[in-house]
């Protein structure tokens, strides 16, 4: 009947190390997070995004819908134009472009057109095999 005083009085107040101790797995599953998923993330879409600033005339694209073709026309805006067969040109917006196949040379001082560079295919040729044909079945 009679309580003790002992089991009368309440705990003393938490202190700054328990604090620390209880977030310390939620800072730890953040820190993961962080290095699995997040980071590896925002450098590819660093990569995307130069890859997208340096897209030239001439080069060989994939669209984000799997068609591909070469670019004819680059805007100044975020528009570029690709031709994806002979005389069929269709404009796509430029963030749209998943993969850039083959890079051509930059345009020469002297030069009036930008050459391909060697060992890759010009534009109107199907990828080596062993390229980016394997992913769409293609021996």
């Given at each position: 009947?009679f309580?003790?005083?002992?089991?009368?009085?309440?705990a003393?107040?938490?202190?700054?190390?328990?604090?620390?101790?209880?977030?310390?797995?939620?800072?730890?599953?953040?820190?993961v997070f962080?290095?699995?998923?997040?980071?590896?993330?925002q450098?590819?879409?660093?990569?995307?995004?130069?890859m997208l600033?340096?897209?030239r005339?001439?080069?060989?694209?994939?669209?984000?819908?799997?068609?591909?073709?070469?670019?004819?026309?680059v805007g100044?805006?975020?528009?570029?134009?690709?031709?994806?067969?002979?005389?069929?040109?269709?404009?796509?917006?430029?963030?749209?472009?998943?993969?850039?196949?083959?890079?051509?040379e930059?345009?020469k001082?002297g030069?009036?057109?930008?050459?391909?560079t060697?060992?890759?295919?010009k534009?109107?040729?199907?990828?080596?095999?062993?390229?980016?044909?394997?992913?769409?079945?293609?021996?």
């Open positions: 009947m309580v003790s005083t002992a089991y009368a009085q309440t003393a107040p938490a202190g700054g190390s328990d604090m620390l101790v209880q977030f310390l797995p939620l800072i730890l599953i953040f820190v962080y290095f699995l998923l997040i980071r590896p993330q450098k590819k879409m660093k990569e995307h995004k130069a600033g340096n897209i005339r001439g080069d060989r694209v994939v669209t984000g819908g799997g068609i591909i073709g070469v670019v004819t026309k100044t805006d975020d528009e570029l134009t690709v031709e994806i067969a002979e005389n069929v040109r269709v404009r796509c917006v430029r963030s749209t472009v998943n993969l850039v196949l083959a890079k051509t930059p345009a001082p030069d009036g057109t930008a050459a391909t060697e060992g890759q295919a534009p109107g040729e199907t990828p080596a095999a062993g390229g980016i044909g394997k992913l769409f079945g293609r021996k």
